[in-house]
């Protein structure tokens, strides 16, 4: 979805700032907010670009550098932790073949670390985009990863 027909869906009030940068990043798929983007939003609040900008940084699921067409990111909260989050994390580094902050050479994953995903009855637990995967083990990962790489018919 365009940036512009995002920013005519709220009213022109600088309360509705998280709901568009969330809205909007998520409609991209490099799952970012580009500087263009940020000159953008703050024209139509009239409010300063460092203003964006501090909003994005502030909050994990903002981010103004391109990822992956899909986002991984693996719970590391106690619950998680405590039922196998970092055998979790390893499998991923194998599958994909990076490491935390990284992006795969073909712009399809990007990997990353969280905070609680609410699901710590079920822990170790991911969010992929905005799918939540639950009592995780290193056979669901790696299925899961070919799947989303379209090796399984």
């Known amino acids: 979805m365009l ?6 869906k709220y009213p022109k009030d600088p309360e509705y700032l ?14 970012y907010i ?10 139509h609040f009239d409010i300063p670009e ?8 502030f909050y994990t699921l903002l981010s103004m550098e391109p990822k992956g067409r899909y986002v991984v990111q693996i719970c590391h909260d106690v619950p998680c932790f405590v039922n196998d ?3 979790i ?3 991923l580094v194998n599958v994909l073949g990076i490491k935390e902050g990284e992006t795969t ?45 379209g090796e399984i018919k």
Do not use: W
């Not at 940036?3 to 005519?8: D, G, H, P, Q, T």
């Not at 990997?111 to 939540?132: D, F, K, S």
């Open 18 to 31: 998280i709901e568009i940068l969330l809205e909007y990043q998520t409609s991209k798929k490099n799952h």
């Open 89 to 91: 994390y390893e499998e």
């Open 3 to 8: 940036l512009k027909e995002i920013l005519s």
């Open 85 to 87: 989050a970092t055998n």
């Open 50 to 57: 460092s203003q964006v900008c501090s909003v994005i940084s």
């Open 105 to 149: 050479p073909d712009n399809l994953f990007t990997l990353e670390i969280t905070e609680c995903l609410g699901c710590c009855n079920e822990a170790p637990a991911m969010r992929v985009n905005n799918q939540v995967y639950t009592n995780l083990t290193p056979a669901k990962i790696e299925k899961l990863i070919k799947d989303l790489r």
């Open 34 to 43: 580009s500087p263009e983007d940020v000159s953008r939003i703050s024209g």
